[in-house]
DNA sequence: TTAGGGTTAG
């Protein structure tokens, strides 16, 4: 190297003033190659550095924003330490893209306290420092110290408005997200226009919250401003329409995308899609496509396989395709898959299989998987196993309120109610809440929570009176309330009135008050549909001639002429 | 030379 640098200098006598930044320069971008290539196989960026080191070249000011990006995990901390003293050493500290790039060390080894300390000590943080420790709380989720610094930058750019709606999106507060892109539209539309980055995480807000109107809108300008859809933002596309009930409009922009342009996480959307539609062959068919255009699943791709086949109730492919994973694929199951295992078998009744899964797990099981088991040992009549997994789950989390939702069912269906009482009080010292039921529609771009048992929606008044209209009118057709999941200590007729209080029946009321007849009835509801309103939906779809879509927590179900598209398994 | 986006059991 040195001897390289002598023959320039020797034979261009102007650069021999530029000695040392000669050197610099190739050491520099030598680790640059370095870190862009990832590769484990050569000397590692920090190597390459004590290597310049050892040679007598001084690191500039290029040097540590490349060799920065290698410490990008916990376990680099201590490295990044020790790089932020040389930094100090070679007098480099006050310089802008350094800084930037200590920060971002800082949040990506873990440490956001050292890197606030950082940041706060900066006299004027340029734009990307001002992002980045957005970012680095985001991530996090320190969302509202994020918020905050966010909401005093002297100056945004697009990538903070992306950088803060993402961090909304991460932390799961949708809505937030949402209402911030508005902003951003009234706020900063004539100077600052979303992109690609920024639209990605909007549609996955979208997607979260099943806001079908707000996604199209999202489609809509981005076809208008002609911007070009790439993977990541196609896939994103595939994602909110096929979260948002519009399977085929998924399928199609993932037709559209081109075989060069679909990669693992493209293909491992359209399969989540179609498994989530409990469209369960087309699914697996899909998968196969996937292998002979040479794209390799990932452990992604096999929970979207496993979970078709556990809507579409396909047992033996399930055990198959669980198989082929680890045998053809080299992916070792994660506690997703014996998850999805555990509910195939425990759905079909076959319990011993599910415990044979159970004990042949290399984790220790969660919630999940003791929740999936006692949910199949339930509806099977197998008291014994409900009874262990019930006691393992309040063992693994006291206050899980899914756990005792899951108990006070079992005890419900026995119609053991002191237990249930019992429970409540449990629940109540513990400070144990239960996650209240709640749906949501969008009409005309508005969206609409209902909550069961709720009033607080301006119109509760109109959409209880309706709920009674539509009961009436179903029991005219054969309708009785199914009462068997009601988890109160109540008489049958305060069981029959809590049942009218489910949240996917009042949002059922609003869209027959607020939408025109022939309209697509679209609900999103957080927990999964209990029996009673999956019937009233099905009889209410007959009965008012409409289509009604409800995504519940686990999967699609398509009313239609007094049927559903889960074919009454889910 | 510094900052950003997509798929995942119930």
């Avoid at 539309?189 to 109107?213: D, K, Q, Y």
């Avoid at 076809?223 to 595939?238: F, P, Q, R, Y």
């Avoid at 948002?244 to 075989?259: L, S, V």
Wanted: charged share 20%.
């Amino acid at each position: 190297m040195r001897a390289l640098t002598k023959t320039i200098s020797c034979r261009h006598p102007s650069l021999h003033l530029f000695h040392p930044n000669v050197e610099s320069f190739v050491w520099n971008n030598l680790i640059r190659f370095r870190v862009r290539l990832k590769s484990k196989l050569q000397h590692s960026p920090l190597s390459l550095y004590l290597r310049m080191r050892s040679r007598s070249v001084s690191p500039d000011l290029h040097t540590f924003p490349f060799l920065l990006q290698s410490f990008n995990a916990h376990s680099h901390l201590s490295h990044g330490l020790q790089l932020h003293a040389q930094i100090f050493l070679f007098g480099l500290s006050d310089d802008p893209f350094v800084q930037t790039s200590l920060i971002n060390m800082y949040s990506l080894c873990g440490s956001v306290s050292f890197a606030r300390q950082l940041f706060d000590e900066i006299p004027q943080p340029d734009l990307p420092s001002w992002n980045t420790i957005i970012h680095a709380n985001a991530r996090v989720g320190m969302i509202h110290v994020a918020r905050e610094i966010f909401d005093r930058m002297p100056q945004r750019n697009v990538r903070s408005w992306s950088c803060m709606i993402h961090g909304y999106v991460s932390c799961g507060d949708y809505k937030a997200a949402l209402s911030l892109f508005r902003d951003l539209q009234v706020m900063e539309g004539h100077r600052i226009r979303p992109n690609e980055f920024t639209l990605t995480s909007v549609l996955s807000a979208c997607a979260r919250l099943g806001a079908l109107e707000h996604g199209k809108w999202v489609h809509a300008y981005i076809d208008k401003s002609g911007m070009k859809v790439d993977v990541v933002l196609g896939t994103a596309l595939i994602d909110m329409y096929a979260k948002c009930g519009n399977i085929e409009r998924a399928k199609c922009i993932f037709g559209n995308m081109g075989p060069e342009g679909k990669d693992v996480m493209a293909w491992s959307a359209v399969i989540a899609a179609m498994a989530l539609h409990g469209l369960s062959k087309e699914c697996l068919e899909l998968f196969e496509k996937m292998i002979n255009d040479g794209v390799r699943p990932n452990a992604v791709t096999f929970v979207g396989v496993l979970c078709a086949c556990v809507h579409g109730g396909l047992v033996s492919e399930g055990n198959q395709y669980f198989n082929r994973m680890t045998e053809e694929y080299g992916v070792n199951p994660l506690i997703q898959h014996y998850g999805c295992m555990v509910d195939l078998y425990s759905r079909a009744g076959r319990i011993e299989d599910a415990w044979d899964i159970v004990k042949s797990m290399p984790m220790e099981p969660d919630v999940m998987i003791w929740g999936a088991l006692l949910s199949g040992a339930r509806m099977h009549g197998d008291i014994e196993t409900c009874e262990i997994s019930i006691k393992k789950l309040i063992e693994l989390d006291p206050k899980n309120s899914g756990a005792y939702v899951l108990l006070s069912n079992v005890y419900a269906k026995l119609g053991k109610w002191k237990e249930v009482r019992h429970l409540r009080d449990l629940m109540e010292m513990r400070g144990v809440k239960k996650v209240p039921g709640c749906s949501l529609v969008e009409i005309d771009g508005i969206l609409h929570e209902f909550y069961a048992g709720g009033d607080s929606h301006p119109e509760t008044e109109n959409i209880y009176r309706m709920v009674d209209e539509i009961i009436k009118r179903l029991e005219k057709h054969g309708y009785v309330r199914n009462t068997n999941e009601v988890l109160l200590d109540l008489d049958e007729e305060g069981k029959e009135f809590a049942l009218s209080l489910h949240s996917e029946k009042l949002a059922l009321a609003y869209c027959f008050l607020r939408t025109s007849p022939g309209t697509t009835i679209r609900i999103v509801k957080n927990l999964r549909i209990c029996m009673d309103c999956h019937v009233v939906m099905k009889m209410a779809s007959r009965e008012f001639n409409r289509e009604i879509v409800v995504r519940d927590c686990n999967r699609f179900h398509y009313f239609k002429n007094g049927l559903c598209s889960c074919k009454d398994y889910w």
